[in-house]
């Protein structure tokens, strides 16, 4: 459906360590019904509470095993059973997704009441949802280890009402089947005529789509054709410019490298996280990115939420 919400919840924005006021990272994205949670850092639980978006989690896509981004996941599994979930949970990953759910079970001793899946992904490999896809692409940090692209369907294109009318077609049931893409005969006796979907409907229209790279170096040119046009780059940006040394050799990147890349692909909004906990005030990265990129910049605490709008 072209009219459900979007919405991404920052429930964890931190770097490797927490703080007092940043989680590890955990993103949650909502469509419609469906709730996803991209990484599940240590405390999402708590934060998920905070939020009052409750625990009824899709799936989980974690970007890769490094323990900020998946120790919330034990806690979680435990409440989600504690609560009488019998829902199935997927848990996706980059390569060791299998290792992972396997010693998750063995660990948890206690009763799990639902099923819990592995699947491993790749580089273009893909997930398909309710009206959107999920899309893994390849990052560079040092160990297996995938960013995700959320993209909606494209919509359809918009409805020339006047032009329907000036082809015979009475507004009313007859519109809806031509929208849905249906040849409909109009007119009466001998004018009864064709009218066909095309030549009422504009062209398709792109559905939203949001980019989370996940913790990686600079690598926009190697994603160009996966995650260009974003209407939400979410991007890792651990160091400043003055650590740019330290940012490659840790396979990180800095604010002014995500700025770059929101305008190599063409973002139209770029939201930094995974900040350094040696930044006390990490909107100072903020001034950074915007050397690089002329769109909207956003540093978000945790807790807030986006809603992501349609570009038209
Ligand atoms: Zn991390
Ligand atoms: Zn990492």
Not at 138 to 147: F, K, Q, W, Y
Not at 192 to 203: A, D, I, K, L
Not at 254 to 278: W, Y
Request: aromatic residues 8%; hydrophobic residues 40%; proline residues 6%.
């Amino acid at each position: 459906m072209s009219g459900e919400t979007l919405q991404v919840y920052f429930l964890g924005t931190a770097g490797a360590l927490p703080t007092p006021t940043r989680t590890p990272p955990c993103i949650m994205i909502r469509r419609g019904s469906d709730t996803l949670l991209f990484d599940c850092g240590e405390g999402a639980q708590q934060q998920m509470m905070r939020a009052r978006c409750g625990f009824a989690i899709n799936a989980i896509f974690v970007t890769h095993w490094h323990a900020d981004h998946f120790l919330g996941i034990f806690g979680l599994v435990q409440t989600m059973s504690f609560n009488g979930r019998t829902e199935p949970l997927t848990i996706y990953g980059p390569e060791w997704v299998h290792d992972f759910v396997r010693i998750l079970r063995q660990v948890a001793r206690f009763n799990l009441k639902f099923p819990m899946e592995s699947v491993e992904l790749g580089h273009g490999s893909w997930v398909r949802l309710d009206g959107y896809t999920v899309t893994a692409f390849s990052v560079s940090h040092g160990l297996p280890s995938l960013g995700y692209v959320l993209e909606e369907d494209p919509r359809p294109g918009r409805f020339d009402r006047e032009g329907a009318i000036a082809l015979g077609v009475p507004p009313g049931p007859l519109f809806g089947r031509l929208q849905r893409g249906e040849t409909i005969m109009a007119g009466t006796g001998t004018d009864r005529h064709e009218v066909r979907p095309e030549q009422v409907m504009g062209v398709r229209r792109p559905g939203r789509k949001i980019v989370y790279t996940g913790d990686t170096r600079a690598i926009h040119t190697q994603i160009l054709d996966i995650a260009h046009d974003a209407d939400l780059l979410i991007h890792d940006a651990t160091y400043d410019e003055s650590e740019a040394a330290r940012a490659a050799e840790f396979y990180h990147a800095t604010a002014a490298q995500a700025g770059e890349a929101a305008t190599a692909l063409n973002a139209r909004t770029l939201v930094l996280i995974h900040t350094s906990s040696r930044y006390t005030d990490p909107q100072a990265h903020v001034s950074d990115a915007k050397a690089r990129f002329s769109g909207p910049i956003l540093v978000p605490n945790d807790l807030e939420m986006i809603e992501v709008a349609f570009r038209d």
